[in-house]
């Protein structure tokens, strides 16, 4: 059985974007709201149109008085001595290193981040932060301001779009996915202070040629997501609901930050 007849089998009623747009409506969404949308297509069951169904119904609810933005990491542009799923022969390091194509902003695909996300990516008018592991896709009034800078280093704290994120008041919409895959909970981890340090690797376009740069980071514990997630739910509004087939949750970006630092501090796995 093919993975679309096993969606269409547990599906109870097609999902449309008429359905989604009253949905997401019901949930609290609203034009000019500012969110950052994480997503797995699949837990709708059946939609109508696919994952574009899903993007406009987004963009048609929020319109561009508002901002949507999503991930668009592609964590597959790096060091390949960090690949583990799967790895490859340490014979081969250099010559990846080598000749590794460069992050671009429009033909770097998403790595990992679902078919929504990678919709949403190719839009004419949505826009790309510059990062080759961790860039971030935006449409809308604030998308401009979401982009237009993000370091190379710390690349999800204080100079990432996350911390604009923050600072403009968003709110985090989880479709289908779960805490583990809340990148807000990064800037968390940096403003907490006590991550370890490490050093990773990309290549990037730098004065117009392509260099193999390394930068510095933090070992971030994505595994810790849930656990802090579950504690989060229990003193913050957190929106949960359910669309076709979909677990939904809807809660604020700051507050999930402020909380997340105290946990982090807490924890002792750093």
Do not use: Q
Not at 19 to 34: H, N, P, Q
Not at 52 to 65: C, F, P, Q, Y
Not at 91 to 104: G, L, S, V, Y
Not at 174 to 198: I, P, Q
């Amino acid at each position: 059985m093919s993975r679309l007849e096993e969606i269409i089998n547990k599906s109870n009623d097609v999902v449309t974007k008429s359905f989604l747009v009253k949905e997401f409506k019901r949930i609290g969404l609203k034009a000019g709201d500012k969110i950052l949308v994480h997503s797995k297509l699949s837990s709708f069951g059946f939609v109508c149109g696919g994952e574009r169904t899903v993007v406009e119904a987004l963009m048609e609810v929020i319109t561009k008085e508002g901002t949507i933005s999503m991930p668009a990491h592609s964590g597959d542009i790096c060091d390949p001595i960090f690949w583990g799923n799967p790895p490859v022969p340490k014979e081969w390091f250099e010559k990846i290193r080598a000749e590794m194509p460069a992050f671009d902003r429009e033909n770097t695909k998403t790595y990992g981040m679902g078919l929504i996300a990678e919709n949403f990516r190719t839009r004419l008018d949505v826009l790309r932060s510059y990062h080759p592991t961790v860039s971030f896709t935006s449409w809308g009034k604030e998308a401009e301001e979401i982009t237009k800078e993000h370091t190379l280093e710390n690349s999800l704290g204080e100079g990432s779009p996350l911390r604009k994120m923050y600072d403009l008041d968003f709110k985090i919409l989880l479709l289908g996915v779960d805490y583990d895959v809340n990148t807000m909970f990064h800037l968390s981890e940096y403003r907490a202070g006590n991550a370890k340090k490490t050093i990773n690797a990309s290549p990037i376009i730098e004065n117009g040629e392509r260099v193999f740069k390394s930068y510095e980071d933090i070992e971030f514990k994505t595994e810790l997501f849930m656990f802090a997630g579950e504690d989060f739910e229990e003193k913050y509004n957190v929106v949960k609901d359910k669309i076709g087939l979909s677990n939904i949750k809807l809660f604020s970006a700051r507050e999930c930050v402020d909380f997340g630092v105290e946990y982090f501090k807490n924890v002792n796995i750093y």
